[in-house]
């Protein structure tokens, strides 16, 4: 893969769009959250999983939401801003990264996949 290519398709500030904790301690974690960073977070979004949502400082939100399903493990996921998320994720996949979840639009919210790659868990955004 060509890092050229890639540096267009991400950009070439990598930005963090958006940072999700799910953890089964969503009060908890908001709270310290509030108290440790002055976090503002919001009531639950139910277009991100009902996740309590803040901003963070110069752009992108995090969010924290409790799992979706048992097989659910507790995780930190960050998704990286990017014009083109198709190729975004193609990019990804040709790198050895396995696809968890193609490329889905969320009214409101912008597109998304997650890869896993590294025994790490990351997503991709378009706004």
Do not use: C
Request: glycine share 12%; no cysteine; proline share 6%.
């Amino acid at each position: 893969m060509e890092r050229e290519k890639w540096r267009i398709t991400v950009g070439k500030n990598m930005k963090i769009r958006y940072l999700e904790i799910i953890t089964p301690d969503v009060d908890s974690t908001v709270t310290n959250f509030e108290f440790a960073n002055g976090a503002e977070f919001s009531g639950p979004v139910a277009e991100l999983g009902n996740a309590r949502v803040a901003d963070m400082p110069g752009g992108g939100k995090i969010g924290v939401r409790a799992p979706m399903h048992d097989a659910e493990d507790p995780v930190t996921r960050t998704y990286f801003l990017t014009d083109d998320i198709e190729a975004a994720t193609k990019q990804a996949l040709e790198a050895g990264a396995e696809l968890a979840h193609p490329v889905m639009e969320i009214p409101g919210q912008g597109k998304f996949s997650i890869v896993f790659h590294g025994g790490n868990q990351f997503g991709y955004w378009q706004d």
